[in-house]
């Protein structure tokens, strides 16, 4: 099955600045990946999604980028407000819809 | 979007008792469930697949005869957790893929306390 490392685990950012989570997955033939902002005790949201045939997207200030050659893909947040506090979740969605969920980073965006 | 409704949110049950959480697709049909165990801050750890009309794919470390799951229709899927112990504590989410196989989307979760 796949592997999914998610980096850092936890992170915390100036409101305004900044920040970056990253995956690395290992299976080539993977072909989906979205992002999840899960708040505590609430269902994970997805917030963005790239396919394999794309190599960035941008969504106001949420973009996502994917190195398929390197295997690995990135959520970045721009002028983070402290609504962004949460916990986020890369996955990884292989070609059988199975999906496998990296370890989660919890964003603390300090006010 | 697509919206998915698990329930109860909340359930408190004492020790050797069976409880039984529900998934339902609302406006959609949901050939494919999966059910996920969540400890405080941790990652979303799959428990199981639910296949409408087949059985489940159960990861391995989980006890089928312990967890069941019946995913008798297209829009339900249910996880009982039979003789629950004060281990079985945690929090249990659902999700279906929607319609295209491709993005999930999440129930609200169900906070299940065993004492």
């Known amino acids: 099955g796949e592997n999914v490392e998610q980096h850092p685990s936890t992170l915390s950012v100036q409101e305004g600045d900044s920040a970056v989570i990253k995956c690395t997955y290992s299976?080539?033939?993977?072909?989906?990946f979205p992002w999840y902002k899960q708040e505590l005790g609430k269902r994970p949201q997805l917030i963005i999604d790239i396919r394999s045939n794309v190599g960035e997207k941008k969504d106001q200030r949420i973009a996502v980028t994917l190195n398929k050659t390197a295997k690995h893909f990135s959520l970045h947040i721009t002028e983070t407000q402290p609504e962004d506090s949460a916990v986020y979740f890369c996955a990884v969605g292989d070609t059988g819809n199975q999906f496998y969920f990296g370890t989660g980073t919890s964003l603390t965006v300090i006010p | 979007g697509a919206v998915v409704s698990q329930h109860p949110s909340r359930v408190i049950c004492k020790s050797g008792t069976s409880v039984k959480i529900e998934c339902r697709s609302l406006d959609f049909q949901a050939t494919t469930m999966f059910w996920y165990r969540q400890f405080p801050k941790k990652s979303l750890m799959l428990m199981a697949t639910?296949?409408?009309?087949?059985?489940?794919?159960?990861e391995q470390g989980v006890e089928k005869d312990k967890f069941l799951i019946n995913h008798a229709s297209l829009t339900l899927s249910t996880l009982t957790v039979t003789s629950a112990h004060p281990e079985d504590s945690s929090f249990y989410i659902c999700?279906?893929?929607?319609?295209?196989?491709?993005?999930?989307?999440f129930g609200s979760g169900t906070q299940l306390s065993v004492l």
């Open positions: 999700s279906a893929l929607g319609t295209g196989g491709e993005k999930l989307f």
């Open positions: 299976d080539s033939a993977s072909n989906y």
């Open positions: 639910s296949n409408e009309g087949s059985k489940a794919t159960y």
